[in-house]
């Protein structure tokens, strides 16, 4: 329900992995959003639902799944 900035979120990233990330900058592409966020404003007034965990830390627990289970992740194919 609140935007944030891909460069938090890579920063959150880069934090719970102990490593720097590599980016590469590319132009903007003319299919992709400037910004977008969920609106879960029905959804607390008509299920009484709010967010349980805040951005850092879904991001910390999901950073974590994947360090538990990139053997697994890696056998996935695209």
């Given at each position: 329900h609140k935007p944030y900035r891909l460069s938090e979120m890579?920063?959150?990233?880069?934090k719970f992995l102990g490593k720097k990330a590599r980016l590469k900058?590319?132009?903007?592409?003319?299919?992709d959003l400037k910004a977008t966020w969920a609106d879960i404003h029905q959804?607390?007034?008509k299920l009484g639902w709010k967010p349980k965990v805040g951005l850092e830390e879904g991001i910390?627990?999901?950073v974590q799944w994947y360090l538990e289970n990139r053997k697994?992740?890696?056998k996935i194919k695209f």
């Open positions: 890579i920063r959150l990233i880069e900058k590319l132009p903007f592409h003319k299919a959804a607390q007034q910390r627990r999901t697994w992740v890696r």
